[in-house]
């Protein structure tokens, strides 16, 4: 297994739930939140900001003068002018790339298809499922979350966030099936089948590499 696995998902897809099952059946690392303690440790800034600024876009003018920048190697001078989410995606995107480094491994969100763009040996995915199944989800899993209402207003808050962030940071659109190797509805097979499907598909991915 020589692999790194990039998950994006709908809210309530199972997508983090899928990432974890696949990384432990290949015995490998999964980050999704655990990105974040390592991104705030490697980079300086306390946790609290970086989860603060976790997938969320600020718009601002200076977008494009940050990621010229970061396309020639940023300066200390240009890094102290950019807005403070600028510096939290940076510190995710360097995070990244240095995980990928060091093996195999699965990671959630974050643009991580796109920090990883220049490794060959990535594979990205895409969790996606239809609205029944996502509301059951996401009621079973937060208490206070007791409507198909509230539901449905958390899953389009969540995922019009992860959308805005995806698509103002990378040069893809997020959650269009050309953004990704493997989109997948997770309704049709459930969790466990949808696992099964992609270790299936991962398998033959590593098979074609090595012809």
Request: hydrophobic letters at 35%; glycine letters at 6%.
């Amino acid at each position: 297994m020589n692999t790194i696995i990039t998950i994006g998902r709908q809210f309530g897809s199972g997508g983090r739930e899928i990432g974890e099952m696949v990384a432990e059946k290949y015995g490998i690392k999964y980050y999704d939140k655990e990105l974040l303690s390592r991104a705030a440790k490697e980079s300086g800034f306390c946790e609290e900001m970086i989860q603060n600024h976790d997938e969320r876009p600020t718009n601002s003018f200076l977008y494009n003068l940050v990621m010229d920048t970061y396309s020639f190697g940023y300066n200390a001078s240009s890094f102290v002018d950019m807005p403070i989410s600028h510096k939290v995606f940076l510190a995710q995107f360097d995070t990244i790339k240095k995980i990928a480094e060091e093996g195999p491994c699965v990671i959630v969100g974050r643009c991580a298809d796109y920090a990883l763009s220049d490794f060959d040996n990535v594979l990205n995915i895409f969790i996606h499922a239809d609205e029944d199944f996502k509301i059951k989800r996401i009621k079973e899993r937060f208490a206070d979350i007791t409507t198909d209402e509230k539901a449905r207003e958390m899953m389009n808050k969540k995922d019009k966030q992860r959308q805005s962030y995806y698509n103002y940071y990378s040069s893809k659109k997020w959650g269009r099936a050309d953004s990704y190797d493997l989109s997948i509805n997770s309704a049709i097979l459930g969790v466990e089948g949808t696992v099964k499907f992609i270790t299936q598909y991962i398998e033959d991915f590593e098979l074609a590499r090595s012809k």
